[in-house]
């Protein structure tokens, strides 16, 4: 079974530039998340999917992110215009209905603003 | 509010026995899970309590106490590849909920 598949890996950009990232979830996961990790800490929510309804984005800077999952499989998260304080790794994971729902996280995006 | 608390590091020697320590208030419960980072790579699903006590698996356990608001992860005969971070999460309500996270614990096995 494919685990969580994001792309790119790293992405260097200067401040003021937008970027977007990209997340397919294992096949079947109806909950799709996406998380922030600063170095140093642990990753932190920006958004949760439920099919392809945003249930929760409370955390999510919404003047300059935004989040789409059209069809409610893949999923793309973008930035715009990046800031230096936004350099992170995003993650983005996914989960399944019922049981208690163990998340699986994809490798992450390291991204760097310049 | 939410507050998980962790070591920030720890250093251990191989072959030994290291225990880490997780506490957590959160304005619910509904389960505990342990994840390892390896730097640069996705966290990794390690255990998952939601009942008091200890789950084994292997050279690694967990235990929970839900009174005390206390976890501790166990990880025996450690091994160099053991070295990672650590990272102790909560769910505070069921379903599919986010996890709130600690800042990790970031482990080292020395020879």
């Known amino acids: 079974e494919a685990g969580v598949v994001q792309s790119p890996r790293y992405k260097i950009i200067e401040k003021k530039q937008p970027v977007a990232f990209w997340c397919n979830p294992i096949?079947?996961?109806?909950?799709l998340y996406w998380y922030r990790q600063n170095l140093g800490q642990g990753p932190e929510l920006l958004i949760r999917?439920?099919?392809?309804?945003?249930?929760?984005d409370s955390q999510l800077p919404k003047d300059r992110f935004s989040a789409e999952r059209l069809k409610g499989v893949d999923s793309t998260l973008k930035i715009q215009p990046a800031e230096l304080g936004d350099s992170a790794v995003y993650l983005c994971?996914?989960?399944?209905?019922?049981?208690?729902?163990?998340?699986?996280f994809g490798p992450g995006t390291r991204l760097t603003v310049l | 509010g939410q507050n998980i608390d962790q070591p920030t590091e720890m250093t251990a020697t191989e072959g030994a026995i290291v225990q880490i320590n997780c506490t957590y208030q959160?304005?619910?419960?509904?389960?505990l899970f342990w994840y390892q980072q390896h730097a640069g790579e996705a966290p990794t699903f390690l255990s998952y309590?939601?009942?008091?006590g200890l789950e084994e698996k292997g050279r690694f356990s967990s235990f929970l106490s839900r009174s005390k608001g206390y976890s501790y992860l166990l990880l025996k005969e450690l091994q160099m590849k053991d070295s990672a971070s650590y990272l102790c999460?909560?769910?505070?309500?069921?379903?599919?909920?986010?996890?709130?996270f600690g800042k990790g614990t970031r482990l080292s096995v020395i020879a």
């Open positions: 999917y439920e099919n392809e309804e945003a249930v929760d």
């Open positions: 309590n939601v009942l008091d």
């Open positions: 096949s079947g996961h109806n909950t």
């Open positions: 994971a996914s989960s399944s209905s019922g049981g208690y729902n163990e998340q699986f």
């Open positions: 959160t304005s619910g419960f509904n389960g």
């Open positions: 999460a909560v769910r505070d309500i069921a379903g599919n909920t986010p996890l709130v």
